[in-house]
């Protein structure tokens, strides 16, 4: 897939662009974390985490219109910078190290590519956020995922999940809101904000769990994926 294909995909929500970005990035992306950060040694842990934080926010910025790609392989260094800047703020969180090193990777990224940063606050905020969506009913976190990441109409949620028809799951949907809501009141300013808090976290959470899906380890102990699989392989 081209970096303009991809690109469409996440703004869709197409799982076949992110598997292809895990199982043909991935690798690449851990190693040279690995080579960056050789002065405070990543664990496969890390490596995994960093990788799932910076796809999250890869979304988040594409979805914003905040990435211009201009060439094949950007997208892939674009995802890169980003893990760099995360692992410069776990390491800094650690403080087992000088913060030399990690200080002049981070000013050199921010010259670099201005756009990577992500407001703390802003992050905070989507932390408690997803707190909320993983604190509702499976039932709705199921309903949402559909509506929200899968983009399916009522009638479909409603088959899919043995309802009687497009408005019973409209109600459900309604009533899985308002528990969202009534929990994340003091975020909570409008119904639209609510809209938006609701599909952003059901986002974050979906992505996550087709990023768990796709964890395989290698034998050198870094989680990839295997780079020959089908891109259309479901």
């Not at 009522?154 to 009533?175: E, F, P, Y």
Request: proline content about 1%; some cysteine; overall charge negative.
């Amino acid at each position: 897939m081209t970096d303009h294909q991809l690109l469409i995909g996440i703004m869709q929500n197409d799982e076949r662009a992110w598997k292809h970005i895990c199982r043909n990035m991935k690798q690449g992306f851990a190693a040279i974390l690995v080579q960056t950060f050789s002065f405070n040694s990543l664990t496969n842990e890390d490596i995994e985490d960093i990788f799932q934080e910076s796809c999250i926010v890869l979304m988040q910025k594409v979805k914003s219109g905040g990435i211009a790609i201009s060439r094949d392989g950007a997208l892939f260094s674009y995802l890169v910078q980003i893990g760099k800047l995360t692992a410069c703020n776990l390491v800094r969180k650690r403080k087992d190290i000088t913060t030399e090193n990690v200080v002049t990777i981070s000013d050199n990224l921010h010259k670099e590519y201005e756009d990577i940063s992500v407001d703390e606050k802003q992050k905070s905020q989507d932390e408690f956020l997803d707190r909320v969506f993983d604190s509702l009913p499976s039932d709705c976190k199921t309903l949402l995922k559909h509506f929200y990441w899968g983009r399916k109409p009522m009638d479909h949620i409603a088959s899919v999940l043995g309802m009687r028809n497009a408005d019973s799951a409209k109600t459900k949907k309604n009533k899985c809101m308002n528990k969202f809501k009534d929990i994340a009141a003091k975020l909570i300013e409008s119904d639209e904000f609510a809209e938006e808090a609701v599909r952003a976290a059901v986002e974050r959470a979906a992505l996550k769990e087709l990023l768990e899906n796709e964890k395989v380890y290698a034998e050198n102990g870094i989680c990839t994926a295997a780079l020959n699989t089908d891109d259309t392989e479901e």
